[in-house]
Structure formats: structure tokens, C-alpha cells
């Protein structure tokens, strides 16, 4: 089976430039989230989506916004780009919105803000 | 938020145990405690995770204190393929779901 896939894996942009990552989660699974990791830090906590709801927020600014389609993939978008938004994005997926099902992240995608 | 403290690095000898400790003194009685690694800067992998008895799958074992302000994830034998930074994290559950990361243990496991 296939795990969480992201894409695309690697994205360079400009200052104030807009981005959307995409997030296909294992099949079944119904949650989605999603999280930044700058270098040399552990993952941060962005949004929690399940059912095509919002089910959490981390503390981030309102450039950040997700959705989920009715297929359970996601996308997350980023407006007006600054240096400190390069980062790892990661998502996760679980089958389940509660805290007894584990979540499988993806690989990622590397993105850098120049 | 309940969060997690966890001891920066640890060295361990091949083909021994690694025991890596994890404290969350402020855990609250719903909030499970879920272990995942990252090798170099690939997507987390899940380990284990546990409420308030111990659990074990093919990867490791998992040790709740009975009060569950701590725990210890245990690797039985370790390989040098298990080189990498170990996250302890807590499921927080209230008013919207967060997950929160520390900045992990980083484990070395040398020949």
C-alpha cells in the first residue's frame, strides 16, 4: 500500500510570492495535518483537518490556510512568503481524528524563500 | 498544552538496549504518549504510543509510569540503522487537536 505522498518534493520561491503544498494520505484515512520543521528543530503543528473540517490550529499566522476535498487529500497554502517560512512541510495522515489512532507522515517538501 | 522533556543526545553500543527517557509531568488523563523517529530529514516515522500500560511491537517497548509523568522507549537491540532523533510527544485533545514536538533525543548508536 502506499504511504502519504507529497508534492512536489522540493519548491524554491521568491519573497511575497504564494504557494500550495499538496498531501494525498494513505487510503482510508479520513485526517490530515499538517506541520512546518525548520532546520534543526522538531516538527510545529500547523492545522488538523477531518471530514474536510478544521479540528485544530497551531499558533500560525493567517497567511497559513489548508483545505480537505471530499477525497481526503489536502493542500496547504502559504501567502505573502517570508525567509522564515523555509522550512520542511510535513503532512501526516490517520485514520481516525482521535488520539488513540497514530499518524504516518509523508516525506515532505522542502521549501526555500529567497 | 502537556509537553515533553527529553534529554538532548545519548550514545548507545550496537546490539544493546537504548533506553531513551521522556518526561511529561503535565499529562492529563486522555492525552496518549506516541514515540516517533527522524533520520536525517525524512518524514517522522511512527513507534509506538501507549495511554497507561506498557506496550511492545516489533520495533520496541513502551513503559508508562504508573502516575504517567514519564516513560521510556526501549529499543531491545539496536542497529546502527537506528541512529536518529527520537521524538516523545503527547496528543493534546482540547478545544482542537494538537500535536506538540519537542526538539527530540538525538540517538547514537555506535560499532
Known amino acids: 500500500d502506499a504511504g502519504v505522498t507529497q508534492s512536489p518534493t522540493h519548491l524554491i520561491k521568491t519573497r511575497g510570492q504564494q504557494v500550495t503544498l499538496r498531501c494525498s494520505p494513505i487510503?482510508?484515512?479520513?485526517?490530515v495535518s499538517w506541520y512546518q520543521q525548520v532546520l534543526g528543530q522538531g516538527p510545529q503543528f500547523i492545522f488538523q483537518?477531518?471530514?474536510?473540517?478544521?479540528?485544530g490550529r497551531g499558533n500560525f499566522p493567517d497567511r497559513f490556510s489548508a483545505r480537505q476535498f471530499p477525497n481526503y487529500s489536502s493542500e496547504l497554502n502559504v501567502n505573502a512568503l517570508l525567509l522564515g517560512d523555509s522550512a520542511l512541510y510535513l503532512c501526516a495522515s490517520s485514520l481516525r481524528f482521535f488520539s488513540s489512532y497514530e499518524q504516518y507522515f509523508g516525506p515532505g517538501t522542502r521549501l526555500t524563500v529567497t | 498544552d502537556a509537553k515533553t522533556t527529553q534529554p538532548t543526545s545519548m550514545d548507545c553500543a550496537e546490539g544493546r538496549a537504548a533506553n531513551l527517557p521522556c518526561n511529561h509531568s503535565?499529562?492529563?488523563?486522555?492525552?496518549?504518549v506516541y514515540w516517533y523517529r527522524q533520520i536525517h530529514s525524512q518524514g517522522p516515522q511512527y513507534i509506538i504510543h501507549g495511554l497507561k500500560n506498557n506496550e511492545t511491537n516489533e520495533m520496541a517497548s513502551l513503559i508508562i509510569t504508573e502516575d504517567r509523568k514519564s516513560s521510556t522507549l526501549i529499543l531491545p537491540h539496536a542497529t546502527l540503522r537506528d541512529t536518529a532523533v527520537y521524538y516523545c510527544?503527547?496528543?493534546?485533545?482540547?478545544?482542537?487537536?494538537?500535536?506538540?514536538f519537542g526538539a527530540g533525543t538525538r540517538l547514537f548508536v555506535k560499532a
Open positions: 510527544i503527547v496528543r493534546v485533545e482540547t478545544g482542537g487537536f494538537k500535536t506538540i
Open positions: 487510503s482510508g484515512h479520513k485526517s
Open positions: 483537518y477531518y471530514e474536510k473540517e478544521e479540528r
Open positions: 503535565t499529562i492529563s488523563g486522555n492525552e496518549y
